[in-house]
């Protein structure tokens, strides 16, 4: 095993854990990060770095991977120490703290946890279409990379949450034609990009196939040339198309968390709000994967959380110790003159 000691430990490099380290740092706290991808980012890295996101403070408008690099530079100054590319399988309770055991042979003793795991192991929710897979990541995507590989291409966009809205207003500039497929006319999503979205379709520039399910793919060696859809009454058509994006959601899998004795939601970890404490002292959850009465799942909510849960933490750390908080304006980072 390699062993570690530190104050905290961070299971998850998404958004909300990258601002943690930040959040910890600020109250003077030693951070070690750990995450099943090979690289920072969460799910903003693995699915969609070239995704604007509309509601991050002072941001208008930030793409998803600029967003982390970001995150990552506000953290930096802090030195956390990152763990990728593996899993953790055993928390154990010793003496004043915590040890935390990986996939990797990686053993951590801290103070505290705290799961920013989003939404654990994920993966796409796949339509149960024939031979599908021969087309996966040739002309069939679950997420996007890189826009540009679908520049003058006839996309085919199903699905009716905010990923399938966003992704038809982001390449209908580029596309040679967009067609979004839904089997209902009501869209789960941002109300202002609905608007907008029916907008373009009533000025012809996006067409709208509703009320429509997948039914079929036709093509040769994983490439496209026709999606089949049904209506609601077994009636099928042809679309021509040379790419599909099949926006259905993610499954989730918290994996061994679901062993730790937590109190859980469904795929949720319970929390208290004030601290963001789970029913196990010491052990925090913040972001996505926590829980609560009216909780909403944002990104800003998950920072909120982050800043709770260091500022809880520091009082197990420095037990005793009065801490007088001060506005980061005042008194900058510390250890540094700024």
């Not at 596309?175 to 009533?202: D, Q, T, Y």
Request: glycine letters at 10%; aromatic letters at 8%; one cysteine or more.
């Amino acid at each position: 095993m390699n062993h570690h000691t530190t104050d905290v430990v961070i299971i998850g490099a998404g958004p909300v854990g990258l601002f943690a380290v930040f959040e910890c740092g600020m109250m003077k706290l030693k951070v070690h990060v750990i995450d099943a991808l090979p690289e920072v980012g969460g799910q903003c890295t693995a699915l969609y770095p070239e995704k604007p996101i509309y509601d991050i403070p002072a941001h208008p408008k930030i793409l998803a991977g600029t967003l982390i690099e970001n995150l990552k530079e506000q953290a930096a100054p802090f030195s956390p120490t990152y763990h990728l590319n593996q899993q953790v399988t055993h928390v154990e309770k010793i003496p004043n703290g915590w040890e935390v055991k990986t996939t990797a042979g990686t053993a951590i003793k801290a103070k505290a946890i705290i799961i920013a795991a989003g939404v654990g192991a994920f993966g796409p929710h796949r339509p149960p279409l024939d031979g599908i897979e021969s087309y996966e990541n040739k002309s069939v995507f679950y997420f996007v990379k890189n826009q540009e590989q679908f520049r003058g291409k006839r996309v085919v966009i199903a699905g009716g949450g905010d990923s399938a809205v966003d992704w038809a207003l982001n390449l209908f500039p580029i596309a040679e034609r967009v067609i979004v497929v839904h089997r209902r006319s009501k869209f789960r999503a941002a109300p202002e990009n609905v608007g907008k979205l029916e907008e373009l379709a009533a000025a012809g520039k996006i067409d709208m196939e509703i009320p429509y399910q997948l039914h079929g793919l036709k093509g040769k060696e994983g490439i496209l040339e026709e999606i089949h859809l049904q209506d609601m009454e077994g009636a099928v058509k042809a679309v021509k198309a040379d790419a599909l994006l099949a926006f259905f959601g993610l499954s989730m899998n918290l994996g061994p968390i679901t062993e730790w004795g937590l109190n859980l939601d469904k795929s949720h970890i319970l929390i208290d709000p004030a601290g963001c404490e789970t029913s196990v002292p010491g052990i925090f959850a913040i972001g996505d994967v926590a829980t609560y009465p009216h909780k909403q799942k944002l990104i800003l909510i998950g920072f909120a959380e982050a800043a709770q849960a260091a500022h809880k933490i520091r009082s197990l750390v420095y037990p005793g110790e009065v801490f007088h908080f001060q506005y980061s304006t005042s008194q900058g980072l510390p250890g540094s003159s700024s």
